[in-house]
């Protein structure tokens, strides 16, 4: 059966891939599944048709035959564990690109999306100003400690791994931002994430369903 996974009908990144469907995509294009989407309305999330595929709500959510997965990070671990490509041979090289995985979801993204929700939601707030410097400095901190262990290599620990994979969806959330651009080595290497072949191939598909959307009301 073919695999598939759902996105946003239309959006809100306006098709720029920062949608966690776009990591979902991206692993299996390096991998070389095929895959169908279904579009998903923000209305239809929250029905329970999506929910009994992710009880949150959210996108994505991943379907193969009998299993259904929801979580962007888990279900680019199902599918590097399951096919060559993202996960090194080696036991422990892959113990370290899980690790790197976690933190990219548990370490380096939080500050990054509290920043994003509090520039979009929260801006015409009277605390805005004061609360923003304070994210800022947080992902400033992770930022250069990522750099700092990063230094001159070409991905994290070795080979590209799933755990580059995340780490580079995570870090082109803050492209808006101009921040990254701070931090040259990071900079650079998020060039080469998006450089690659298969990322180029899911953001071009994800690029399409937005084009093709019609204009919201």
Do not use: C
């Not at 929910?51 to 590097?80: C, K, M, W």
């Not at 899980?98 to 979009?120: D, K, N, Y």
């Not at 082109?172 to 180029?200: D, I, K, N, T």
């Amino acid at each position: 059966m073919t695999i598939t996974i759902t996105a946003f009908e239309r959006s809100p990144d306006r098709g720029q891939g920062l949608a966690r469907d776009m990591a979902v995509r991206w692993a299996l294009e390096e991998v070389g599944l095929a895959y169908e989407v279904r579009l998903v309305s923000f209305e239809a999330m929250k029905q329970l048709p999506h929910r009994a595929a992710n009880p949150f709500g959210q996108i994505p959510s991943y379907e193969d035959g009998d299993l259904t997965l929801f979580e962007s990070g888990a279900i680019v671990l199902h599918i590097a564990r399951r096919h060559a490509g993202l996960l090194p041979d080696d036991a422990d090289a892959r113990a370290r690109a899980v690790t790197w995985m976690f933190a990219a979801l548990s370490t380096m993204e939080p500050p990054i999306v509290e920043r994003s929700m509090a520039v979009i939601f929260e801006s015409d707030k009277p605390w805005a100003a004061e609360r923003l410097p304070g994210i800022d400095g947080r992902i400033r901190t992770r930022l250069r400690e990522l750099a700092d262990r990063l230094g001159d290599a070409e991905w994290l620990d070795g080979a590209f791994s799933a755990g580059d994979l995340l780490m580079v969806a995570v870090l082109r959330r803050l492209r808006s931002s101009r921040m990254l651009e701070e931090y040259p080595g990071l900079h650079a290497y998020v060039a080469r994430g998006e450089a690659r072949p298969a990322f180029q191939r899911a953001f071009a598909d994800q690029l399409a369903i937005f084009n093709a959307a019609p204009p919201p009301g």
